[in-house]
């Protein structure tokens, strides 16, 4: 009984940490106004989240190529607007941003 409530407690901490963190980071994508020009399910100027994770899905390194472009901006890949650099997101915040992004579905 003892051994089961602990497995039941450390799988309730693991859920509300993942959920702390999609949380933090959906905050920091506001504060940074990445949801200007995106949202997760549907396009507005630039994709939808949930395609940006579709089209990297399993690509080993879709985390540090939309890094860069979150970095320093992009543009082709989506259509003819251009992403412009975003020089107030540091190279940390990014990286949870992109994260964020990737588990999208």
Same mark, same amino acid.
């Given at each position: 009984?003892k051994r089961e409530f602990l497995a039941i407690l450390a799988v309730g901490a693991? /859920?509300? #940490?993942? *959920?702390?963190?999609? @949380? /933090?980071?959906? @905050?920091?994508?506001?504060?940074? !106004?990445?949801? *200007?020009? $995106?949202?997760?399910?549907?396009?507005?100027?630039?994709?939808? +989240?949930? @395609?940006?994770?579709?089209? +990297?899905a399993g690509q080993k390194d879709a985390e540090d190529k939309l890094v860069q472009?979150?970095?320093? =901006? =992009?543009? =082709? *890949?989506?259509?003819?607007?251009?992403?412009?650099? !975003? /020089? #107030?997101? *540091?190279?940390?915040?990014? $990286? /949870?941003?992109?994260?964020?992004?990737?588990? #999208?579905?």
């Amino acid at each position: 009984m003892k051994r089961e409530f602990l497995a039941i407690l450390a799988v309730g901490a693991l /859920t509300s #940490q993942v *959920t702390f963190a999609a @949380d /933090t980071a959906a @905050d920091l994508a506001k504060s940074k !106004n990445c949801l *200007t020009c $995106h949202s997760v399910a549907a396009k507005i100027v630039g994709p939808a +989240y949930k @395609d940006v994770a579709a089209k +990297y899905a399993g690509q080993k390194d879709a985390e540090d190529k939309l890094v860069q472009k979150v970095l320093k =901006g =992009g543009s =082709g *890949t989506w259509g003819a607007i251009p992403m412009p650099a !975003n /020089t #107030q997101v *540091t190279d940390a915040e990014a $990286h /949870t941003l992109v994260k964020w992004v990737l588990s #999208q579905k």
